[in-house]
């Protein structure tokens, strides 16, 4: 996106752009469709913000269906469920790639305080249960 608005067409500064990522990276939510529909309201305030959001979203959307469609119409058929049978590793990669790695603690255990601080109860049992990452 940076080379595309920034380098080649120069529809933004630098500066411009880097301000609207830095807000952009402060929201909770998808980066890239944010900085979209900011750089949209920047170049033509509320519909150009609109627009830049609804476009950002609408081949994802056309993707989505089509693939239900494909899947619902001809999923029993061996080739396309095999194809399908084959994405749903590729898809779990891709869904579980971002998320956070556990952070190292020496052996790379967390920590666990003594005694009974570093046990839990759960239910109706007297007797402690071990943390879960023990």
């Known amino acids: ?48 913000g609109i627009a830049a ?23 029993q058929v061996g080739p396309v469920a095999a194809v399908f049978w084959g994405l749903k590793p590729a ?8 998320a956070p790695a556990p952070a190292p603690h020496g052996g790379g255990v967390p920590p666990r305080p003594p005694g009974w601080a570093g046990r839990w109860r759960w239910g109706p049992w007297p007797w402690p249960r071990p943390a879960p990452w023990r």
């Open 1 to 48: 996106m940076h080379d595309e608005l920034v380098t080649r067409r120069r529809w933004f500064s630098e500066q411009r752009f880097l301000h609207a990522l830095n807000y952009c990276m402060l929201l909770p939510e998808p980066e890239a469709q944010q900085l979209a529909t900011s750089l949209g309201w920047l170049m033509h305030r509320t519909w150009g």
């Open 53 to 75: 959001g609804v476009l950002f979203v609408l081949p994802s959307l056309f993707i989505l269906v089509a693939l239900s469609w494909v899947y619902l119409r001809f999923g």
């Open 91 to 98: 898809v779990t990669a891709v869904v579980l790639q971002p």
